[in-house]
């Protein structure tokens, strides 16, 4: 009984490690893709930028 009992509490201890773990990956990826939408758009906005100054 009381092995179960640690066996389910382990068990959802490592259920919440998981769910923080992804959690983390989740909040990293989307910080790498905003800074990369942000390069993006930094680029445009320079050759707009260019191309008004040209026109």
Sequence with gaps: MIL???LEKL???LEDDEKL???ELKEELEKELEEEL????KEEFKELKEDNWRN
């Design 4 to 6: 179960e009992e640690e």
């Design 21 to 23: 773990e992804e959690n």
């Design 38 to 41: 942000e390069e993006k758009l």
């Design 11 to 13: 068990k959802e201890e």
